[in-house]
């Protein structure tokens, strides 16, 4: 269930660029740019299905995904959202952009392409490079905690809503090593 959970957060990653090249094969289809035929409707019902299970992993693994709560104290923190979101963003508004929706082809190197970037996203937990969170309004934090009651100092990432403040106590949330949010609702 974990590598399905996973996948499935991959897939969230790329929920924007999936609406770009949908935007765009409806816009062609309205401007007469390309014709209703078959391909047109595999990528519809592709980029459909892709947006769906976007959603859907990514409320697997935030709403009803299960973790342990504990409240930390925030001792450093460093925002890196900015540090991966735009590369990742540009690269996949570039990709939208080039896309030949008529051929046969494109079509084939589109899933190419997201099956070799997800091999590489999931082999290396690349979990917090999710525009589509970034886009929700969620931050992304390198930061150094402590559990309340403990002296041990703890480097971790984690997902925000807003801006963290240091020497403030939160409630987190730990939903894997990998993929953990941090409360707004601060002691």
Do not use: R, W
């Not at 959970?5 to 289809?29: G, R």
């Not at 969620?138 to 240091?166: H, T």
Request: charged share 15%; hydrophobic share 50%; proline share 1%.
């Amino acid at each position: 269930m974990k590598k399905f959970k996973d996948i499935f957060l991959y897939l969230s990653a790329f929920v924007p660029m999936y609406i770009l090249i949908l935007t765009k094969l409806i816009v062609e289809l309205i401007c007469n740019n390309i014709l209703f035929n078959a391909l047109y409707i595999i990528y519809f019902c592709t980029l459909i299905i892709l947006i769906l299970l976007g959603v859907i992993g990514l409320a697997l693994n935030t709403i009803y995904s299960k973790g342990i709560s504990k409240e930390i104290i925030i001792l450093n923190k460093n925002n890196i959202t900015d540090k991966h979101f735009l590369g990742y963003f540009s690269l996949f508004v570039l990709f939208a952009l080039q896309l030949n929706l008529t051929l046969v082809s494109s079509y084939i190197l589109f899933l190419l392409i997201l099956f070799f970037i997800g091999m590489v996203y999931v082999k290396n937990s690349l979990f917090y490079i999710n525009p589509l969170l970034n886009i929700l309004g969620y931050n992304f934090y390198d930061i150094i905690y402590s559990e309340i009651g403990a002296n041990e100092k703890i480097q971790a990432k984690f997902f925000y809503k807003g801006e963290l403040k240091e020497n403030q106590n939160y409630k987190v949330i730990f939903k894997n090593q990998h993929f953990s949010f941090i409360n707004k609702n601060q002691k």
